[in-house]
């Protein structure tokens, strides 16, 4: 019973974040990266833009591979410290995010999607615990 709930709740919580975050992200460009490289980024709560108040930062690595590839790093907000890691298939990624949380080591999933965008990148990913936080980055 448990495990039927908890696939329910991934599907639900996969639709309703490509629903309510991918309308203002549907126009595309096709950007040429390297097969590896790495990434910096600003996290925010609302959509990027001018007016979005950044919260934290990313940066890290990624390998890519045929319409997919893998990604991991470090995050950085003002009230904690850790690190992602995951893959991604296409727009929508899977991955896991860890911090420290009273000197123990905690791990989350997390789910989301991205797109490329004026040469860089744009997305939105959640987890069981928290908001739903946007980050738009650059490839270096």
């Known amino acids: 019973m448990m495990k039927k709930i908890a696939i329910i ?7 309703v974040s ?19 490289g790495t990434f910096i980024g600003d996290i925010t709560y609302q959509r990027p833009g001018p007016n979005a108040t950044i919260v934290g930062t990313i940066a890290g690595n990624y390998t890519l591979k045929n319409r997919g590839g893998q990604f991991n790093g470090e995050w950085n907000t ?8 995951g893959r991604f298939v296409r727009f929508i990624f899977l991955g896991r995010i ?31 615990i928290g908001p739903a936080l946007y980050f738009k980055g650059t490839y270096i």
Do not use: E, H, W, Y
């Open 9 to 15: 709740s991934l599907c639900l919580l996969l639709g």
């Open 18 to 36: 490509i629903a309510a975050a991918a309308p203002g992200m549907r126009q595309q460009q096709t950007t040429t990266l390297d097969p590896t």
């Open 78 to 85: 003002v009230n904690n410290t850790g690190t992602f890691r």
């Open 98 to 128: 860890s911090m420290m949380v009273n000197g123990t080591q905690k791990s989350l999933p997390i789910i989301g999607f991205i797109v490329a965008k004026d040469g860089g990148f744009i997305g939105r990913g959640m987890s069981l």
